[in-house]
């Protein structure tokens, strides 16, 4: 039997990899004879710890990789950007880094409500596709005259 914690760890390793079809299966029957009841257990486990949940999606909206992840999903959902295309990446990072209005030169500003001063994601309404990072009120005139 092994004696100190790297041979446990070792003898572990080899346990499992001797025995990993068996243990495979003995874990997916586990699951199905216990399904109801692990789904209860989950159920009971969300509803304890809901504002905990609650809290940490707060918080974790207020970190940059929360903005960026919550921005791109919402430009997803709106059809502003194609769900198969696969720049989020160079699309958002310059949205980001974009200061000035690529049409009028103004300064852009992150508000929480649309100004005319405020960034957008200018795009194609007839076929999604990405245009200009505009502010509010050039793209506003751009959809007029486009429609």
């Not at 009841?37 to 969300?46: D, P």
């Not at 918080?59 to 194609?82: C, E, F, N």
Request: net charge positive.
């Amino acid at each position: 039997m092994p004696q100190t914690r790297e041979e446990q760890r070792e003898y572990n390793r080899q346990y499992y990899q001797k025995n990993k079809e068996k243990l495979a299966e003995h874990i997916k029957q586990y699951y199905q004879e216990n399904k109801e009841k692990k789904a209860e257990n989950m159920k009971q486990y969300r509803q304890k710890h809901q504002e905990k949940a609650a809290e940490y999606i707060k918080q974790y909206q207020q970190t940059p990789q929360g903005k960026k992840v919550r921005r791109i999903s919402q430009w997803k959902r709106k059809g502003l950007i194609d769900s198969d295309n696969d720049n989020y990446e160079s699309i958002y990072n310059h949205y980001i880094n974009t200061t000035q209005c690529e049409n009028c030169d103004v300064e852009l500003t992150e508000d929480r409500y649309n100004t005319s001063t405020t960034r957008v994601l200018d795009h194609s309404h007839i076929t999604g596709q990405f245009r200009n990072i505009l502010c509010c009120a050039c793209n506003n005139r751009r959809k007029e005259d486009n429609f």
